[in-house]
Nanobody
Framework: QVQLVQSGGGLVQAGGSLRLTCTHS????????MAWFRQVERKEREFVAG????????KYADSVKDRFTISRDRAKNAVTLQMNYLRPDDTAVYFC????????????????????WGQGTQATVTS
């Protein structure tokens, strides 16, 4: 049984940093791409960052490029999103997700490509 458990997040002033961690329990973490999405109330869930199953590539939304970094640790079965230079419009509930396709050769920004989700973590950035 696969579970994704998130930690991190919280409240920070604009310009500050937060770190989100997603720990994968269950088999085959290393065979699947992982991603982070975020959602603001009454809006669609949007892609933030993704990392390929072999960590050979990453992909970022334009709005977070050069500020956020996604990484994965096979030994810890975890994926991390380091968020720097945060802005008020980064305020959202953040979700980690696991790709539904094993060893996908590219990183999908579509939420429908992911079938396991974390519980969500609030990140609030004040001005």
């Amino acid at each position: 049984q696969v579970q994704l458990v998130q930690s991190g997040g919280g409240l920070v002033q604009a310009g500050g940093s937060l770190r989100l961690t997603c720990t994968h329990s269950g088999p085959s973490f290393g065979h699947y791409g992982m991603a982070w999405f975020r959602q603001v109330e009454r809006k669609e869930r949007e892609f933030v960052a993704g990392i390929k199953w072999d960590a050979g590539a990453t992909k970022y939304a334009d709005s977070v490029k050069d500020r956020f970094t996604i990484s994965r640790d096979r030994a810890k079965n975890a994926v991390t999103l380091q968020m720097n230079y945060l802005r008020p419009d980064d305020t959202a509930v953040y979700f980690c997700a696991r790709d539904r396709q094993v060893r996908r050769s590219w990183i999908s920004p579509e939420s429908g490509s992911y079938n396991y989700w974390g519980q969500g973590t609030q990140a609030t950035v004040t001005s």
